[in-house]
């Protein structure tokens, strides 16, 4: 069945960029996610790499994607914090929309 | 603009006792879905509905039904509430499948 792993916490200085990791275990995945929930809130959506790309950038965000080893990143530049929040990876099934675990990103001054 | 609608923000049970979580979308969506959120394990799928008239289990439907009334509500309902649903539970919506997924604000259950 499908698989979607990550690290449960990071924790970076304000300024110095971050990297959340995902690996996931469905290569039919046509895109890829990764979302954002803050305290007390859903998710919402903050980036996405369609599965023949490796790379996408936006703004501050570098999504990572190396098929072979299925592993997928996100790079936050210059993090703030206001970047504190779960980050979560998610990868689609045919019919169906499946997390990982969820990465907690601490930002200490 | 509402978005995604879940109701209600908090309820607390008592083991046996049964409820339904509403969710409404107001965006013409065709596929919804109903994920709980536990610690240290992420979210997980327990039932969605690709489209108006369609529902399928997902990861945990174990104790737990669903109905797709129309286009825009999917309700979860719990039959005989037990300690180990205590979570939060979100209601999400896509246009169609592998597309951006709107969510709810979520619903934190307590069975005592």
């Known amino acids: 069945g499908e698989d979607v792993e990550q690290s449960l916490f990071l924790s970076v200085r304000e300024g110095d960029s971050s990297v959340i990791n995902c690996t996931y275990t469905d290569s039919s995945s046509t895109y890829l996610y990764w979302y954002k929930q803050e305290p007390g809130a859903g998710l919402q959506l903050l980036t996405y790499i369609f599965s023949n790309m490796d790379m996408k950038q936006d703004q501050r965000l570098t999504v990572l994607l190396n098929k072979k080893d299925k592993h997928l990143s996100l790079r936050i530049a210059d993090t703030q914090t206001g970047d504190s929040a779960i980050y979560f990876c998610a990868e689609t099934d045919t019919d169906k929309l499946i ?3 969820g990465t907690r990103l601490q930002v200490f001054p | 603009n509402a978005g995604v609608t879940q109701t209600p923000k908090f309820q607390v049970l008592k083991t046996g006792q049964s409820m339904t979580l509403q969710c409404a979308q107001d965006m013409n ?3 919804m879905y109903w994920y709980r959120q536990d610690p240290g ?3 997980r799928l327990i039932y969605y509905s690709a489209s108006e008239g ?3 289990k997902g990861e945990v439907p174990n104790g737990y039904n669903v109905s797709r009334l129309n286009k825009r509500e999917f309700s979860l309902r719990l039959e ?3 300690p180990s649903q205590t979570s939060v539970y ?3 919506s896509t246009q169609v499948m592998n597309t951006e997924a709107f969510f709810g604000q979520g619903t934190r259950l307590t069975v005592v």
């Open chain 2, 41 to 43: 394990m992420g979210l």
């Open chain 2, 29 to 31: 969506h065709n596929s």
């Open chain 2, 54 to 56: 369609t529902t399928d």
């Open chain 1, 99 to 101: 997390f990982g675990t």
């Open chain 2, 90 to 92: 979100f209601c999400a």
């Open chain 2, 80 to 82: 005989s509430a037990a």
